[in-house]
């Protein structure tokens, strides 16, 4: 298995640009997270889909940011207008929820994200 | 807003020596997980106690979970240079799956 896929890597934009982050979780898992690092605040939960559906988004830090997951296998990440405070690394996890079973989270390599 | 606080913030020990990693949190949890991060890479998953479970080992990892004192400590036995990474401790209250992580500690085994 190819693991979580993100894209790009890295990204470098100016200020006001749009920026859409990609991902691809694990074959067969259900739920996917969307998750920010930076120095200042750690590692902050975004967004999080189970079955494609949006369940929690209370982590979406404005209305500039916005998430789907328009089938099992993609989801997008995207900041527009983007701003330099935004500058940070994410990073998307994906599990499989089953029940109240706990589950390790996969994560992607993350995208880095400079805005300028 | 974290829910798991690592200490010490940054470790520095000598190969072959163990190293400890406590965490501490707010509210119950159904379970808590730890993650490695290597510099410049993805988390990855290395052990989970559930809120019923008190000690949990894996290979060169031991794990405790105090609930009356909400709080946690991940030992790494006989460390190796590869073990530098940052630790962070995750809890899952939610009942979903989603977590709640800690800023991390920072660990550097010297050769």
């Known amino acids: 298995d190819a693991g979580v896929i993100q894209s790009p890597r890295h990204e470098v934009t100016e200020m006001g640009q749009e920026v859409t982050l990609r991902c691809k979780p694990i074959s067969g898992h259900n739920s996917l997270f969307w998750y920010r690092q930076t120095m200042m605040r750690g590692l902050e939960l975004l967004i999080y889909f189970n079955n494609n559906v949006p369940i929690d988004d209370s982590g979406m830090p404005e209305d500039r940011f916005s998430a789907k997951m328009p089938n099992a296998s993609f989801s997008t990440l995207k900041i527009q207008p983007s701003e330099p405070r935004d500058s940070a690394v994410y990073f998307c996890?994906?599990?499989?929820?089953?029940?109240?079973?706990?589950?390790?989270?996969?994560f992607g390599p993350g995208t880095r994200l400079t805005v300028l | 807003s974290q829910q798991g606080e690592e200490d010490p913030q940054a470790l520095s020990i000598q190969e072959g020596e163990n190293a400890t990693m406590n965490c501490s949190y707010k509210t119950s949890i159904n379970n808590l997980q730890w993650y490695r991060q290597n510099s410049g890479r993805g988390l990855v998953h290395l052990i989970l106690i559930r809120s019923n479970e008190r000690e949990k080992h894996s290979g060169r990892l031991r794990v405790t979970l105090d609930t009356s004192k909400k709080s946690s400590s991940l030992l790494i036995t006989a460390s190796r240079a590869a073990d530098t990474a940052s630790y962070f401790c995750a809890t899952d209250s939610s009942g979903y799956s989603t977590l709640t992580f800690g800023k991390g500690t920072m660990l550097l085994v010297s050769p």
């Open positions: 996890a994906s599990n499989t929820l089953q029940g109240i079973v706990p589950n390790e989270q996969f």
